[in-house]
């Protein structure tokens, strides 16, 4: 099971990016996907979240300004993201876990926010 993620890129403050992560390798729906970013000489953050049943976690930073989805097979995620800030800048990860494999990490894909 692999997961690859697109859409990163650079954008001036206030203005959108979609990302978007398709797992591929398997027909099983993901129990849950989501989005996480590190940006330089910090942690991996988590940005966003969303399960099989339809729950939706947004960190604070990111409330109101990020849109996670998923597609009706359950295993393409996509991040809408709208406002952006120069603290935004980061290296965006794309998550997914099953329970069969456990959890799995795309590629990272770049976004940089300038001012």
């Known amino acids: 099971v692999q997961l690859q993620a697109s859409g990163g890129g650079l954008v001036q403050a206030g203005g959108s990016l979609r990302l978007s992560c398709q797992a591929s390798?398997?027909?099983?729906?993901?129990?849950?996907m989501g989005w996480y970013r590190q940006a330089p000489g910090k942690e991996r953050e988590l940005v966003a979240t969303?399960?099989?049943?339809?729950?939706?976690n947004y960190s604070d930073s990111v409330k109101g300004r990020f849109t996670i989805s998923r597609d009706r097979s359950g295993n393409t995620v996509a991040l809408r993201m709208n406002s952006l800030e120069p603290e935004d800048t980061a290296v965006y990860y794309c998550?997914?876990?099953?329970?069969?494999?456990?959890?799995?990490w795309g590629q990272g894909t770049q976004v940089t926010v300038s001012s």
């Open positions: 998550n997914a876990a099953w329970t069969n494999w456990g959890s799995r």
């Open positions: 969303i399960y099989g049943g339809g729950t939706i």
């Open positions: 390798g398997t027909t099983l729906r993901a129990v849950v």
